[in-house]
């Protein structure tokens, strides 16, 4: 994917004050630059689609005040887990299960550290992404219900961030991440932020979201988790309920346009994650490598313990209770839009990406009235 030509950043912006990172500071710059994205004026004020319709009536009423609904007295001791034990992947590999019971508490700090740095720099991305599509989109429900995930964003960016400086560690971007959500947002197309964020990006989330809620020790992550959680259902929401009809109405070689995309996004993705099954190497994230360094563990043996479990069937299934991102989620709902072609599957399939369709386990999840998924209690 192309990557977005950057400019100078202006010089009077002074970043806040914010917790260490293992990582350097040196990523927290800003990174400011262009992207070309059409403006859709919209003077039929009136709701095209009854399903979009009650998912934004759901939105207003599903509002939160941080300030409010959690409970930020709650201490967290980083000398405690954050992360069961036996329902972490990671805390099962040899390696780890060599440390002593000091340092394993240690790296699962780091480790969840890392991992909701990443899910506050994605619900940046988010706040972007959804901001452009409000300005961008035609329809006018559809504007409504874009302008209601704008404040959702915001809201995640604030509880996140919170938390992340409770806990007082940060970690980088995952240049992966980066990566997707930089494409997305300089593609020029709602339909193609939409695909990016909504359904890639957001689809795969919704799963961690669900996953860390299970996982996590912390009582007000858990809570924090959960309120997220429920908006990002509607954002997913949002992409399968709209982008179907649109996509439907696009000439073929635009639809071949978003066929393209939506496939080097989701190789992005399954790429970093080494593919949808875990198996291949997996991009190296600087972020994570900070991890092992500050808890002192050698990358090399940590990825030789990655595919010691590799090899015993670590990855071949997820613990109980778990959603599987890729194939429960993600691609049944990319082929129910229409954002995948009879050419694009050739394209898959030479990558070895299976292209799941059974979207019975989603169907199962979603509201009939709105689209809404309903995740299932941790």
Known sequence: MSQPAERPADTASVPSASPSSPAGDAWKEPHIYDTQMSIAWQFEYFMSQEKLENLYRKAKESQWNADT????????????????????????LSIIKRLSQSQRNEFSAHFAAQMLSQFLHGEQGALMTSAAVTHAVPDYDAK?????????????????????????????ISPWLKELIDATLSSGHYIKIMIGMNMVVEGLALAAFHNMRRQTTCPLLRDLTGYVMRDEARHVAFGNVYLHKVIEQLHPDDREDIAQFTFEAVKGMSDSQ???????????????????????????DFMASIREAGAAGFNA????????????????????VGAITDRSRELYAKEGIPIWEDTSVLESMEDGATGDIVMPEA
Do not use: N
Not at 146 to 165: G, L, P, S
């Open 69 to 92: 609904e959690l409970d930020w007295s709650i201490e967290i001791d980083p000398s405690k887990p954050l992360l069961d034990d036996q329902l972490s992947g990671l805390m099962r």
């Open 317 to 336: 299934k997820l613990p109980p209770g778990h959603i599987h991102s890729f194939k429960d989620l993600m691609m049944p709902a990319l082929v129910r």
């Open 274 to 300: 080494g593919g949808p099954d875990g198996s291949k190497p997996r991009k190296v994230d600087p972020g994570f490598v900070a991890v092992l360094h500050h808890c002192g563990i050698d990358p090399k």
């Open 144 to 172: 409504l219900y874009a302008a209601t995930q704008t404040m959702d964003e915001a809201r995640h960016v604030e509880v996140y961030d919170r938390y992340i400086k409770k806990l007082a560690i940060t970690y980088p």
